[in-house]
């Protein structure tokens, strides 16, 4: 059963462009949810991570947005540049119950930005 | 300091074979985790360790998979008689601490596994 789904599966943007990823989960005991970013050979980083209990989150250039009703949150990186060219991963967790300990991810997007 | 290390960095093998592949978790981290990456996927959760001892074991695929950390440190996971389906990326990442709150995973950058 996909619990986190991740959409799309690949996007372009060019340089100083905005990129937006979206991602939706089923499991209403997810609390945490972490954005992780992976480079090729690499293993993932964590990059951003939000709460449900607050709508929106920033640090730099990297902004989370949750809608908590609609089970929804996504990622924007704003003035996108050729560096953050990766496939990002979101990704949820649930500190209680027998799911303790495990990240569920997502699909993964492949971001490209064109210089 | 020193992240997450894995070995091998690649392991081709023959269907039917064993593998073992090994985690160095940061100095310290008590809580440990096997996660399996296909190709074009997210990673998936295999196993959590707790100190010695396993504490989720749920992601486990079948009974030829297994891991041990038997001192709390270093983690192996164990594949018997291979099949090509196991071929991925297998990935370890460890956490400083386990709680009720949620504690960054630091992940290492994985052993690919090809099953020939």
């Known amino acids: 059963q996909q619990q986190v789904k991740q959409s799309p599966q690949s996007l372009i943007v060019q340089k100083g462009g905005i990129s937006i990823i979206n991602c939706a989960y089923e499991n209403t005991a997810f609390d945490y949810f972490p954005w992780y970013q992976q480079f090729p050979g690499k293993g993932p980083a964590l990059l951003i991570a939000?709460?449900?209990?607050?709508s929106e989150k920033k640090e730099g250039r990297f902004t989370i947005s949750f809608n908590k009703s609609a089970k929804q949150f996504s990622l924007h990186i704003m003035d996108s540049q050729p560096g953050d060219s990766a496939t990002y991963f979101c990704?949820?967790?649930?500190?209680?119950?027998?799911?303790?300990?495990?990240?569920?991810f997502g699909q993964g997007t492949i971001l490209t930005v064109h210089p | 300091g020193a992240g997450v290390s894995q070995t091998p960095s690649n392991k081709v093998t023959e269907k039917g074979k064993y593998v073992e592949l090994r985690c160095d978790p940061i100095s310290g981290h008590t809580a440990l985790y096997w996660y399996r990456q296909s190709l074009g996927q997210g990673p998936e959760f295999l196993i959590y360790?707790?100190?010695?001892?396993?504490?989720?074991d749920s992601g486990l695929p079948n009974d030829r998979f297994f891991a041990v950390r038997p001192e709390g440190s270093v983690s192996t996971l164990k594949i018997q008689r291979t099949e090509r389906g196991d071929s991925a990326v297998y990935l370890c990442?460890?956490?400083?601490?386990?709680?009720?709150?949620?504690?960054?995973?630091?992940f290492g950058p994985g052993t690919r596994l090809t099953v020939l």
């Open positions: 939000i709460r449900p209990d607050v």
């Open positions: 990704a949820a967790f649930n500190a209680g119950g027998t799911s303790y300990g495990k990240l569920t």
């Open positions: 360790f707790q100190g010695t001892g396993a504490a989720d």
């Open positions: 990442a460890s956490s400083p601490m386990s709680s009720s709150s949620y504690n960054e995973q630091f």
